[in-house]
C-alpha cells in the first residue's frame, strides 16, 4: 500500500481519554478508533493485525479438526432461560433489546446455549460423537468499567470452540488436543516463551480445575505462581496447600509472576448439553449424557496484549505472523532515480508476496522515520539520493540499532525471496 | 472434508415454519440454522459459502482502492443525534440496548455516522481527499416480519462503503468506479447476466436517482422496466413520463421484470459531512463540503438469491466460485481397492488445491447421491467396484443429465488440475 493513499494518519498526541498503553499506541498509530470506553473499530492496519491472528487461531482449530461456524448476535431468551443464565441478576453483563413486538432479545455475550441448541438436531447415535466447533466473532459485555483498552471491551473479537465427547476420557483427549493447539497459536504469535498454561478455578459446576494461558507481563492483572522446569503455573486464586499436593507442584519451585490472561479452557461438564435436554444413545441404546469442553481465545485482546507486551519507547513492535506488512519502506527525496529505484522495490517486493508500506508521501524524512517506529513494521528499507549513488538499500530491522547498507541481492535474501 | 466426521447432516423434511425456498433449502441441506425469525447462523458450508462472497467482493473494492475497515455494531447516540436519526420516531427499525448507568446505545443498523465521525481526525486539507473506505459486517434492523429466510433479515451480513470526495466531478467519478465493481462482483457471482443497473428514487436529500442493481427473478419483491438493448433498467417507483425522458429511456423498449435488489449505491451528497461538520480547506484556503456516496451489497442476501436462482427440484445448485467445495467425492462401498482409489483422488484433489466433500459415510447410494444433489456441489464423482474394475470414474456436473465414464486424467482435466 502507498501511504499517499493511505487515508489514516497517525498522531504525536497520546489520546487524553486513555490509560491503558495498548488503547495509547494504537490509537496514535492509526490502528483503531476509540467509539466509546471498551467499544473500538479497526482501521485498516488495525484490521489487518486482526486478521493475521485470527488466521493463526482459525489454522490451528483446523488442524486439530474443529469445523467452524457463525453464530448469531441476537439471542432468544428461552434457550437462556433453561440454563439460568438469563436473569440478570445471574449474569449481571448482558446487553439485551426487544423486538418492535417487546420480545426481548440478549446480544450475544457468550455462545454455549446457542451452539448445544443448533447441533442438537445432528446429535442423536454416538455415532454422531466426538466433534469440535468453533467460531470466530464479536462478543458483548455490559462491563460497568471499561479502561484497560483492547484488553477488557465492552465489544470484542472472541474466538470460542466448543467440543463434544461421549465420555470423560473421550473429553480429556480433545481437552488435551486444543491445549497443545493453544501453545502453537501463541509461539506463532509471538508470546511462546512467556505463556504458560496456569490452573485456575474450574467454576461452580466442576470439581476439576480450568486451564488458562497466561503470558507474563508487569500490565497483567493476575498474579499467577510459576514453576519454569515444568512450564506451568497455578493462579493465586487457586494457591492452596491442598490444591498444590493434588497438582504435584512444590512451593518452592514457585515464583510469583505478574500476568495477563490471553486464552481459557474450561471443562463444562455436562451441565450445558444436560439443561438442554440434548443427549446421544450409546451402542446398547442407552441415552447418555454428553460432556462438553470450552475453549476462549480473545482475538482483539491478544492484539492489544502483543502491542503492549512488545512496544518501546519509539512506538509498536509487531512480531513478524502479527504485523499489518512485513517492510515499511520510506523513499527520501524524489530525484527520478529515486522515485524510479524505490517504486522498482515497492513492485519486487510485492510482486513477491510481500506486504510493503511504501511511504512515497511528501514529507521530511524524520517524520517518516518516526512513522515506521511507530507503526511497529518489522523491517524499514530506505531508497534515498545517497543509497542510489552508493548502489545500495538501507535496511533495519525494527528491534535492531543500527541499520546496514545492503545489496538488492542482501534485501531479498533477508525478506526470504527465493531468487 | 471427510463427511464421516462433518457434524451437520441433510434433512429430508421441509421445516414448517420456513416459507421462503431459501431458507427451507438451505436449512435442510445444513448451510444455516434459524435461531429466530431473520436470524441465521452459519454452519460451516453455509460459512464458506458467505466467505467465498465476502471474498469476491472485498477483491473488487480492494481493486477500486477500498480501504477496509471494520466499525463497531454499539453506536453512542450523540452521532445519531447529530444527523435526526437517532429518534425511533424518524428511523422505525433500530435495535437499542443500554451500557448499566443507564446511558442508551444503538445496534448498528448502518455506518454513514459511525464512519464519518472516524475519518473527520483525518481529513483536514484538500490533499487528504478522495478516498473510499468499507466494511463487511453484520448490521441489525428490527424487521417487524421477517418471512424471506436470507433475503430481509433481522441480522445480516452487508459490505458497505463510503466515498467521500471534494467536488461533483470526482465524487461520480469514484461513484461510477463502484458501479463497474458491482457488475464484476454480480458477474463472478453468476449472476451477471440477469443483473441490471436499475435507476431508483435517490431519497429526500437529493434530487438525483440512486442505483439499484436488480437480478431478475420471479421471487422479487420488485417490479422494474427494463431496456435489455441498453442494458438498464428503471425501478416501477419512479416509472414516470418525466423520469423517463430524463434518463432518455423510451417507453416502448421497456419491459416489465419481477427482480430482486442485491445492490444499491447512493449520492449522500452534503448531508452526513455536514451535519456532522467535517469539511476540507482548499488549495485556496476556503473551507469546503464533502461529497459522499455510500454503496452496499448484502452478502448474506446473496446468499440467499444464489440459492433459491440456481435451484432445482434436487436442490441448491452452487456457481463454481461461490460453492462451499468443487468437488462431491462419493464412495460407494469399501472393499480395499474401493477404499484406496477414493483416499487417493481425494488426496490428488486437495493436494491441487481443489476443495472436496469426500462421502466416506456407511450409507446407501441413493442417500448419498440425494446429499450431493441436495448441497449443490458442482462436480460429483463416484468410485465403486465397478469403476474401479473399468479403471474409470464416474464424473457428472450438478447441472448435466447425465454422468460419463472417464479416465483419472480427463477427471484433472475437467477440474483444471495443471498435470
Given at each position: 500500500m502507498k501511504l499517499s493513499q493511505y487515508f489514516v494518519k497517525t498522531s504525536k498526541n497520546v489520546p487524553?481519554?486513555?490509560?491503558?498503553r495498548n488503547a495509547q499506541l494504537l490509537i496514535q498509530a492509526g490502528f483503531i478508533h476509540k467509539e466509546m470506553a471498551g467499544v473500538y473499530a479497526y482501521l485498516p492496519l488495525g484490521l489487518r493485525v486482526i486478521d493475521n491472528i485470527k488466521q493463526i487461531v482459525r489454522e490451528e482449530m483446523n488442524a486439530i479438526g474443529g469445523q467452524e461456524v457463525q453464530m448469531t448476535t441476537l439471542q432468544p431468551k428461552d434457550i437462556w432461560e433453561k440454563t439460568d443464565r438469563w436473569d440478570d441478576k445471574k449474569v449481571d453483563n448482558w446487553f439485551k433489546t426487544k423486538l418492535t413486538n417487546g420480545t426481548e432479545l440478549g446480544v450475544?455475550?457468550?455462545h454455549e446455549e446457542p451452539i448445544v441448541d443448533a447441533i442438537s438436531s445432528y446429535?442423536?447415535?454416538?455415532?454422531?460423537?466426538p466433534f469440535s466447533v468453533y467460531q470466530i466473532q464479536s462478543k458483548f459485555r455490559n462491563e460497568?468499567?471499561?479502561?484497560s483498552g483492547l484488553l477488557r471491551g465492552r465489544e470484542f473479537i472472541m474466538k470460542d470452540m466448543y467440543s463434544l465427547a461421549r465420555n470423560q476420557e473421550e473429553h480429556e483427549k480433545l481437552y488435551e488436543q486444543v491445549a497443545e493447539a493453544y501453545h502453537a497459536v501463541y509461539k506463532r504469535l509471538g508470546l511462546g516463551d512467556s505463556t504458560y498454561r496456569t490452573y485456575a478455578d474450574g467454576g461452580i459446576f466442576t470439581e476439576r480445575f480450568s486451564d488458562e494461558f497466561q503470558t507474563l507481563s508487569d500490565i497483567g492483572e493476575d498474579t499467577i505462581y510459576l514453576d519454569e522446569a515444568k512450564g506451568v503455573a497455578i493462579n493465586k486464586e487457586v494457591y492452596t496447600d491442598e490444591n498444590l499436593a493434588k497438582l504435584g507442584l512444590n512451593k518452592q519451585d514457585l515464583v510469583e509472576k505478574k500476568a495477563i490472561e490471553v486464552g481459557n479452557i474450561f471443562p463444562l461438564e455436562t451441565k450445558y448439553t444436560d439443561a438442554l435436554d440434548v443427549y446421544y444413545t450409546d451402542e446398547d441404546g442407552q441415552k447418555q449424557s454428553i460432556i462438553m469442553g470450552c475453549y476462549g481465545i480473545g482475538v482483539s485482546r491478544l492484539m492489544g496484549v502483543i502491542a503492549e507486551h512488545f512496544a518501546d519507547d519509539k512506538g509498536l513492535v509487531w512480531p513478524d505472523n502479527v504485523a499489518p506488512a512485513k517492510v515499511y519502506l520510506v523513499r527520501i527525496g524524489a530525484s527520478d532515480e529515486v522515485v524510479k529505484q524505490a517504486d522498482a522495490l515497492y513492485e519486487h517486493l510485492t510482486s513477491n508476496g510481500i506486504d510493503v508500506l511504501y511511504?512515497?508521501?511528501?514529507?521530511?524524512p524524520g517524520e517518516k522515520f518516526a512513522d515506521a517506529d511507530l507503526l511497529g513494521i518489522p523491517y524499514r528499507i530506505v531508497v534515498s539520493d545517497k543509497t542510489v549513488a552508493a548502489d545500495t538499500y538501507e535496511l533495519k530491522a525494527r528491534t535492531a540499532d543500527q541499520a546496514e547498507q545492503i545489496s538488492f541481492a542482501e534485501v531479498s535474501k533477508t525478506l526470504g525471496i527465493v531468487a
Open positions: 487524553a481519554d486513555e490509560t491503558a450475544g455475550l457468550t446429535i442423536s447415535s454416538y455415532k454422531d460423537l460497568l468499567r471499561a479502561k511511504d512515497d508521501r511528501d514529507m521530511r
